[in-house]
């Protein structure tokens, strides 16, 4: 548990250190929502709350594409995942920590500015918190996928390319059940049934992800 505490804390304060970054997220979901509400301006007011959950949601996926493919590029290029395994540290540990501090910096300035913007734009109180809910449990899915590609991709100098085509199919079964979840209760349907299989997505990936990662980087750096 230490160890994990000093590695998540690591990487969190190298990722402030870059200024820009716990910003962006934000800055990127304005921006989406600016676009979307400009070019969807003629569209009927209930049309548009519909598709705002899944914009949301597009964001969040956006933002983990954008950025997963670094999470280990830095210690891989410096040495250090090699230090940690010469020096028989648990990889896995430093692995759960670095997808929580990516999870952090990229999905929840958006998780916490997301409810602000459906309430403003329209959305009720009841498919604000199911649009929350489904944010809190489906995003940290989103740095575990994307962590997998990260690691079997990691050894190539441009992988940005080869990390989304990996992720974006294994991401589209989360953005079905999330926004289905939100439209569901935006309709006054049944939506526990979605927050379930998100739920179990994310116990499955939890569990298996530093796992996979381990034995892809140790490849690598054979």
Request: net charge neutral.
């Amino acid at each position: 548990m230490k160890s994990f505490n000093s590695i998540f804390l690591k990487e969190i304060l190298l990722i402030r250190r870059s200024g820009y970054e716990s910003l962006f997220p934000i800055i990127y979901l304005f921006i989406i929502m600016v676009f979307f509400n400009i070019s969807l301006s003629y569209v009927e007011k209930i049309v548009m709350q519909e598709l705002i959950p899944i914009m949301i949601w597009i964001s969040c996926l956006l933002i983990c594409v954008f950025n997963i493919e670094n999470i280990f590029k830095d210690d891989y290029e410096d040495g250090t995942l090699e230090i940690f395994l010469i020096g028989h540290q648990n990889l896995e540990v430093t692995i759960l920590a670095k997808v929580l501090s990516h999870w952090l910096i990229s999905n929840i300035p958006i998780i916490l500015t997301a409810p602000i913007i459906a309430l403003v734009l329209g959305i009720d109180s009841q498919t604000t918190l199911i649009l929350f809910i489904s944010l809190i449990i489906g995003t940290p899915t989103l740095s575990l996928i994307g962590s997998i590609a990260a690691a079997l991709t990691v050894s190539l100098k441009k992988n940005k390319i080869l990390v989304s085509i990996i992720v974006l199919p294994l991401y589209v079964p989360i953005l079905i059940f999330g926004t289905s979840a939100v439209n569901n209760s935006y309709f006054q349907l049944s939506y526990i049934s979605e927050l379930y299989l998100l739920a179990i997505i994310f116990l499955i990936f939890l569990l298996t992800t530093p796992i996979i990662c381990a034995k892809s980087l140790k490849i690598s750096l054979d």
